[in-house]
């Protein structure tokens, strides 16, 4: 069992490294959104395969094959001795119209690294890291001065992540009624930058570089209420609150000329000023959500019995964006976001829901989650006044890994959407995402944390 142990843990720190590298490498492509540009960047975008199918309901949705960091409240739903190790990726396609214009891009991205587990009776505990906010546009737009003309770019890059713990615990557990409670502690790491460059002619000009480091702890805190119909028949509500925080945030700004603009061995800088510390407040965001699962009578088919389910997921957030602010050198800027919501609706179906214990006469397609779902929300920001809608919808589907009985398992998920209005000739968004999830999980046999009895 240590030794077990000490292995997981050795390869666990082994693709942490490579998860930071990664982020490290590539973190100046982690968006391909022109919204990103303000506050600290995007945060939505970067979906977890095994919610997305449920029209991103995240905080309603978790047994014993899932982790699920979006609501610290779950982790002890996690099967004892079973620790589950998560890691996904992310893409997302979008097609981009203004007027007359369109924009094609993409990205590949890592959305989280991993892992809980359940330990006693009432607790659980997970780790790991997930982006928390991502920066990446450029918008070109071109000026008339008498007979020449100035190109102006507008570029950002970089991105913030988060190293976090949780830890859930029940604080009433009794024949009908479950109530947990959980956490999590993190740390916010990371660096974004705003860029504006002016080219005179083809090649000759100037740069405007606004650099943000920020570097803070973060909190959140879930809970979850059960209550048990009948055998068949399970209820569940939950809320998730991020309390209004403040970001511990550097900010400098340089400014360069350069007889190339595009070549940044080239630029000379001509002002700098220090790093000035100041905050960030982030506005608070609640989250609440509900959760009705029914299991259908066992069915008999060819001297085979079923154990099927279906669940119903929706959830409502709020988020209070008109508080947000940033305050440096004592000057306090609010810009006029708006409060924002995000509604969200999915299904899952499972053939059999006993699959290890079915495993030798369920087929492949028996043992599939098939999730099906839908959202809307808005952004923080307003265009002509009117509020900028997201809205689209998702599929996906949860494929277990009958490898000696464990619960790991491969989690694809889709989505489309449409952000703004594709019909008018403000900025719009036609986007695809997909999503792919591995959990794993020791074998049924190499469970953790039991005491083994000698004969």
Known sequence: ????LLHFSVL?????LVAFSFNFTFGQNTSTSPYSFYG???RDGLDNATFVGLGNSTITYFDSTSLNYFNPASYNTIAKGQPLFSIGLSSRISNYKEN???GFTKYVLLNHLAMGFAFAKHFGFAFGLKPYSRRGYEITTREMLGTDSIKH?????GSTNEVFIGFSSNVLKITKHQLTIGGNAGYVFGTLINERKSVFGTSEGGIDQKTMKINSFHYELGMYYKYTISDRQTCLISAVVEPNQNFTTNQKTDFFSS???DNVLSYRKLDSTDFVTGNVSLPTSTTIGANYTFKFNDSKKESKIRHSEISFHTSYNSTSWSDYKSTFSDKITSPSYSSTYKFTFGVQYIPEKSFLEQAGTSTFFETIRYRVGCYQYTLPIRLNGTSILDKGVTIGFGLPLKIQKSLSSINLGFSYGVR???NSTNLSEE???INVGVIFAPANFERWFIKRKLD
Do not use: A
């Not at 069992?1 to 077990?4: F, K, V």
């Not at 666990?12 to 942490?16: E, G, K, M, R, T």
């Not at 770019?153 to 890059?157: E, K, N, R, V």
């Open 1 to 4: 069992m240590q030794n077990r």
């Open 259 to 261: 007889k190339f603009v």
């Open 420 to 422: 703004g209005d594709v």
């Open 12 to 16: 666990y720190s082994i693709v942490l």
């Open 40 to 42: 600290i960047g995007e």
């Open 431 to 433: 986007y695809y995402g």
């Open 100 to 102: 007359s214009s369109n």
């Open 153 to 157: 770019s507008y570029l950002g890059s």
